[in-house]
């Protein structure tokens, strides 16, 4: 069995967004719905949820808008939970709800956006389908059946939420056989931007491979 220490990552383990307010949290939604796609095409019907994590607001941010919302606790951590939906309603707008279900506020989408030319810009339509088939299938991926949610939570609390992560992020299953590859150890940096990967192999075993993604948005669901 042999044990090493991995380089640390360069990359940005968890970005969180901050914000100061409505306005820029609605650029948020806006820009996250303008750069939403995905290579999946769901039966008719079928919303989409995706989720973005937590997003940090400053001391500044409107307390007339955390009243309108439902809190909920992490660990004492007090987070806001919101979705952000597409209406498919003329002119399009999009509602913002509270982790209670009621709608709190509803925004304008940008003047540049379009929800069918949203999606030929993203997808392929297929070049038999035409006429109102077109039409039906460009409908099926507009943005209306996409979902937006997110959590909103201080600046001041974000030291005690990077402690949880860290903590979460280094709970390691129970010790591994003499013969397995996995990680015994795993040490984040302050700051959340790097980590240090011991790992475990079986002496005949030259190279271990580590694969990035982008995926890990918040572990506590």
Known sequence: MQVSQLCSSSAQLYEIP???????LISFADESFTNLSTVVIFPPGSEVLNELGVVAFSDSFETNVLSLLVPTSL???????????????????RFWMNAGGAVFTNTAVPPEYERSSWVTNNYEVPDYLEGQDRQNWIEDLTLNRQLLSFELISTNDLPAYWAMLTNSLTQLPSSLGSNDIGALKLEVTEDGAAMDIYMQAPAYVDYVGIYETDDLINPFP
């Open 75 to 93: 660990e004492g951590i007090p987070l806001f939970p919101i979705h952000v939906g597409e209406t498919n309603m003329v002119p399009t707008t």
């Open 18 to 24: 901050e914000v100061d307010s409505m306005s820029e």
